[in-house]
């Protein structure tokens, strides 16, 4: 059983490689910022220190007994996972002075690098209770296990969150079924090592180490950046006129000011005048927001200019955490397909051979996010109408005319055997229509000339449409569920070319019109997922796409709890 990354998706253009490597062997240290700066003062005897021996008693007596221990901050019962971390430890503490203290209270600060949240992990109330001891000169016996069993407490929730992420992808996507990162690698003597004495090594050592990461990573501070540089907060107003190469306006100035002040865009003249730089910056914008780089500026194009750094930002984060839930293993061959930029991606041997745009389904009937695997191309597919469809679309229009299913080159089930229409169906409704319709093969059947199934609980597959003029789209979410591929003859001869199968004869069955089922002689991993940002390697830009499914939000309001 494969095991997948999907990362995918690095969608659409990640042609790097993810580790084969669940935990990193190669440490690396971060450089994290000062939890405390100019401080009062210092403990003139390490009050950390002088604790040790009472820190060490109280929580060897509270795990022998299990009875747990009331602190001043929490209350830490025998089930507490930090009982058995202090166990391999020889119940000794972790933060035993002053400045291992402060290096983790930094390392749990720089969460927030990490696209995670420090309210998570004590951070405040940690430095409020360290800045009262630093003012008093001293810390006692019962403030110095607070801190103790907080950090270590906190630290603990922190590398599980880095490491698999702080929410249940199905809590987000109910049908989610790829495998986690496995978090019986994280032991407690691991833990235990690296709270003793590489705890600045933490993110390097359990973040996920791939690509994808790192560059939502530098997006991310690349983003906060702007924030703190003063990015432009007015919005760009949309006169109602589309705006054109060699176009004059008092907008124009705005756009270069916006586009300039991303620090990734520059600029000779600073005018209201559409020029050839603008022109060619506009296209480049517009490839990397998900529309067609038309070079025009439309009322599209302004509304993706007024994205703010903290939209970007929170996009940034919620696919961080996405990139979390991967396992950090790929199969050496597997298919992706990303919802938000309508994208099908070939990986082999970590790098793209095949790609081509897609149609997923919209907002009320969304493609799920799962994985599986493509078994069989079927050419002049029939199409067995889901029954919500057949009642809900189909059955209004038999009403009113029976000869409906003819005209439209359909026909009538009742189980497996094809029966002639009622001369009437006037008596048939939602809850009563005993019947299967199918759609027999042609140009103009509902699922073209091709199919790709891989088994799932769904019902989705992916194939042919003869409407290849919705892919003129920006947004290309018009389907009931199903993936449109939009040259999906190519593609069928992409995946087929391997076992001998030639265009000739693929061009033969498909003119033919009779349907022909053709097996994969080598089964191919899909992985259908949902990333809103992504990097391609040699672009320093990140890609961002319209959230279709509004899933960026639920994960940011989530990650914000």
């Known amino acids: 059983m494969y095991k997948p990354l999907v990362i995918l998706l690095l969608a659409a253009a990640v042609s790097s490689a993810c580790s084969k490597k669940t935990i990193p062997s190669k440490q690396v240290t971060v450089k994290v910022p000062d939890v405390i700066t100019n401080p009062v003062s210092v403990f003139t005897k390490d009050g950390f220190e002088s604790n040790k021996d009472f820190i060490h008693q109280k929580i060897q007596k509270a795990d022998s007994t299990g009875n747990g221990i009331v602190a001043n901050s929490y209350i830490y019962n025998y089930t507490n996972p930090v009982f058995k971390i202090y166990e391999k430890n020889s119940y000794e503490p ?14 749990l600060k720089a969460s927030e690098q990490e696209g995670l949240s420090p309210n998570d992990y004590n951070c405040k109330l940690l430095e409020s209770i360290y800045a009262a001891a630093l003012k008093d000169n001293k810390i006692d016996e019962a403030e110095a296990l607070d801190i103790e069993l907080m950090l270590t407490s906190s630290m603990y929730k922190y590398v599980h969150h ?46 996920p180490e791939n690509y994808f990461y790192k560059s939502l990573k530098n997006a991310l501070i690349h983003a906060d950046s702007l924030e703190a540089k003063g990015f432009p907060e007015e919005k760009i ?26 620090t990734e865009y520059s600029f000779a003249e600073m005018n209201n005048t559409f020029d050839e730089q603008l022109y060619q910056s506009i296209k480049i914008f517009q490839q990397h927001v998900g529309l067609h780089p038309t070079g025009v ?38 298919i992706v397909v990303n919802i938000p930029d309508y994208t099908l991606t070939h990986f082999k041997n970590d790098k793209i051979v095949y790609n081509e745009t897609v149609i997923v389904g919209k907002q009320l009937n969304q493609t799920p996010v799962f994985q599986a695997i493509i078994v069989n191309v079927e050419f002049n597919p029939y199409w067995t109408v889901p029954r919500s469809i057949a009642v809900k679309e189909l059955l209004p229009s038999l009403k009113k005319d029976p000869d409906y299913l003819s005209k439209h080159n359909m026909f009538l089930f009742d189980g497996d055997k094809e029966i002639a229409p009622p001369a009437s169906f006037e008596g048939y409704s939602d809850s009563y229509f005993p019947f299967t319709i199918k759609e027999k ?3 103009q059947n509902s699922l073209g000339q091709v199919k790709f199934s891989f088994p799932n609980p769904y019902s989705i597959y992916m194939h042919d449409t003869p409407a290849k003029y919705l892919f003129d789209s920006d947004i290309r979410s018009f389907s009931h569920g199903c993936i449109r591929l939009h040259n999906p003859i190519k593609f069928a001869d992409h995946l087929l070319s391997p076992q001998g199968v030639t265009e000739k004869q693929i061009d033969e069955i498909v003119q033919s019109t009779e349907n022909y ?10 992985m259908i997922s949902y990333f809103t940002c992504y990097a391609k390697k040699g672009d320093s830009r990140m890609y961002f796409f319209y959230d279709v499914y509004e899933s960026d939000k639920k994960i940011i309001d989530a990650l914000t709890k």
């Open 94 to 107: 972790f933060w035993s002075n002053q400045k291992r203290v402060e290096d983790a209270m930094a390392v």
């Open 162 to 207: 880095l490491y698999s992420g702080k929410l249940d992808p199905v809590a987000i996507y109910p049908e989610w079924n790829y495998q986690r990162p496995s978090k019986e690698l994280i032991t407690d003597s691991l833990l235990s090592i690296f709270f003793n004495k590489n705890v600045d090594q933490i993110p390097a050592r359990f973040r």
């Open 237 to 262: 107003d949309f006169t109602g006129k589309k705006l054109v190469k060699g176009d004059t306006s008092f907008v124009i100035l705005q756009i270069k000011q916006r586009l300039q002040a991303t």
């Open 297 to 334: 500026i439309d009322k599209t194009t302004i509304a993706r200019l007024n994205y703010t750094p903290a939209q970007f930002r929170n996009t940034i984060r919620a696919n961080m955490e996405r990139c979390r839930w991967l396992s950090r293993e790929l199969p050496d061959e597997y």
């Open 441 to 443: 093969p042609g140009p």
């Open 517 to 526: 089922v053709m097996a994969l002689e080598t089964k191919m991993p899909i």
